[in-house]
Nanobody, 122 residues
Framework: QVQLAESGGGLVQAGGSLRLSCAAS????????MGWFRQAPGKEREFVAAIVWTGTHTYYADSVKGRFTISRDIAKNTVYLQMNSLKPEDTAAYYC???????????????WGQGTQVTVSS
Protein backbone atom coordinates (compact mmCIF):
# COMPACT_ATOMS: atom_id res chain seq x y z
CA GLN A 1 0.00 0.00 0.00
CA VAL A 2 1.03 3.57 -0.68
CA GLN A 3 -0.38 6.55 1.13
CA LEU A 4 -0.42 9.99 -0.44
CA ALA A 5 -1.13 13.33 1.22
CA GLU A 6 -1.42 16.56 -0.73
CA SER A 7 -0.99 20.06 0.65
CA GLY A 8 -0.44 23.58 -0.56
CA GLY A 9 -3.72 24.43 -2.21
CA GLY A 10 -5.48 27.73 -1.71
CA LEU A 11 -6.89 30.88 -3.24
CA VAL A 12 -4.69 32.95 -5.55
CA GLN A 13 -5.22 35.72 -8.04
CA ALA A 14 -4.75 35.17 -11.75
CA GLY A 15 -1.08 35.44 -12.64
CA GLY A 16 -0.01 34.23 -9.21
CA SER A 17 1.80 31.09 -8.11
CA LEU A 18 1.25 28.15 -5.80
CA ARG A 19 3.32 25.08 -4.95
CA LEU A 20 1.56 21.83 -4.20
CA SER A 21 3.24 19.05 -2.25
CA CYS A 22 2.50 15.34 -2.16
CA ALA A 23 4.05 13.31 0.63
CA ALA A 24 4.24 9.59 -0.10
CA SER A 25 4.60 6.81 2.45
CA UNK A 26 4.39 3.04 2.53
CA UNK A 27 5.64 0.83 -0.29
CA UNK A 28 6.72 3.70 -2.50
CA UNK A 29 9.34 1.55 -4.22
CA UNK A 30 6.45 -0.28 -5.92
CA UNK A 31 5.27 2.91 -7.65
CA UNK A 32 8.11 4.54 -9.59
CA UNK A 33 5.85 7.14 -11.21
CA MET A 34 4.09 10.04 -9.52
CA GLY A 35 1.47 12.14 -11.22
CA TRP A 36 -0.77 15.11 -10.68
CA PHE A 37 -4.34 15.25 -11.94
CA ARG A 38 -7.08 17.82 -11.49
CA GLN A 39 -10.84 17.86 -11.57
CA ALA A 40 -13.06 20.91 -11.90
CA PRO A 41 -16.75 20.79 -10.94
CA GLY A 42 -18.79 19.07 -13.62
CA LYS A 43 -15.72 17.99 -15.56
CA GLU A 44 -13.75 14.78 -15.87
CA ARG A 45 -10.46 14.30 -14.06
CA GLU A 46 -7.62 15.40 -16.31
CA PHE A 47 -3.91 14.77 -16.37
CA VAL A 48 -1.57 17.60 -15.38
CA ALA A 49 1.97 16.25 -15.03
CA ALA A 50 3.98 13.17 -14.09
CA ILE A 51 7.51 12.30 -13.08
CA VAL A 52 9.58 9.21 -12.53
CA TRP A 53 11.10 9.10 -9.04
CA THR A 54 14.55 8.93 -10.59
CA GLY A 55 13.77 12.33 -12.10
CA THR A 56 14.96 11.35 -15.55
CA HIS A 57 11.60 11.73 -17.21
CA THR A 58 8.74 14.19 -16.89
CA TYR A 59 5.50 14.54 -18.82
CA TYR A 60 3.13 17.50 -19.01
CA ALA A 61 -0.30 18.25 -20.35
CA ASP A 62 -0.18 20.84 -23.13
CA SER A 63 -2.42 23.13 -21.11
CA VAL A 64 0.20 23.57 -18.38
CA LYS A 65 3.45 23.17 -20.30
CA GLY A 66 5.72 26.14 -19.64
CA ARG A 67 3.73 27.24 -16.57
CA PHE A 68 3.84 24.21 -14.25
CA THR A 69 6.89 22.26 -13.12
CA ILE A 70 6.85 18.86 -11.45
CA SER A 71 9.79 17.84 -9.28
CA ARG A 72 10.61 15.42 -6.49
CA ASP A 73 12.70 15.14 -3.35
CA ILE A 74 13.66 11.51 -2.91
CA ALA A 75 14.97 12.02 0.63
CA LYS A 76 11.60 13.43 1.69
CA ASN A 77 9.50 11.08 -0.46
CA THR A 78 7.73 14.17 -1.69
CA VAL A 79 6.64 15.33 -5.13
CA TYR A 80 5.96 18.97 -5.90
CA LEU A 81 3.94 20.85 -8.47
CA GLN A 82 5.08 24.43 -8.92
CA MET A 83 2.31 26.36 -10.63
CA ASN A 84 3.09 29.76 -12.10
CA SER A 85 1.07 32.19 -14.22
CA LEU A 86 -2.12 30.67 -12.88
CA LYS A 87 -5.35 31.20 -14.78
CA PRO A 88 -8.97 30.97 -13.62
CA GLU A 89 -9.33 27.83 -15.75
CA ASP A 90 -6.72 26.15 -13.52
CA THR A 91 -9.28 26.16 -10.71
CA ALA A 92 -9.86 22.56 -9.64
CA ALA A 93 -9.22 19.97 -7.00
CA TYR A 94 -5.70 18.68 -7.55
CA TYR A 95 -4.89 15.04 -6.86
CA CYS A 96 -1.59 13.27 -6.44
CA UNK A 97 -1.34 9.72 -7.78
CA UNK A 98 1.21 6.90 -7.77
CA UNK A 99 1.66 4.30 -10.48
CA UNK A 100 4.06 2.23 -12.53
CA UNK A 101 3.78 3.78 -16.00
CA UNK A 102 4.63 7.31 -17.09
CA UNK A 103 1.21 8.00 -18.50
CA UNK A 104 -1.54 10.59 -18.76
CA UNK A 105 -4.23 7.95 -18.21
CA UNK A 106 -5.72 7.92 -14.74
CA UNK A 107 -6.35 4.18 -15.01
CA UNK A 108 -2.61 3.49 -14.89
CA UNK A 109 -2.28 4.97 -11.40
CA UNK A 110 -2.97 2.68 -8.48
CA UNK A 111 -3.00 5.03 -5.52
CA TRP A 112 -4.58 8.44 -5.03
CA GLY A 113 -4.52 11.19 -2.46
CA GLN A 114 -7.55 13.00 -1.12
CA GLY A 115 -6.94 16.13 -3.14
CA THR A 116 -6.28 19.79 -2.43
CA GLN A 117 -8.35 22.66 -3.78
CA VAL A 118 -6.82 25.37 -5.96
CA THR A 119 -8.95 28.41 -6.74
CA VAL A 120 -7.73 31.11 -9.10
CA SER A 121 -9.68 34.36 -9.07
CA SER A 122 -9.83 36.69 -12.06
Amino acid sequence: QVQLAESGGGLVQAGGSLRLSCAASGRTFSTPVMGWFRQAPGKEREFVAAIVWTGTHTYYADSVKGRFTISRDIAKNTVYLQMNSLKPEDTAAYYCAAGTVLSSRASTYNYWGQGTQVTVSS
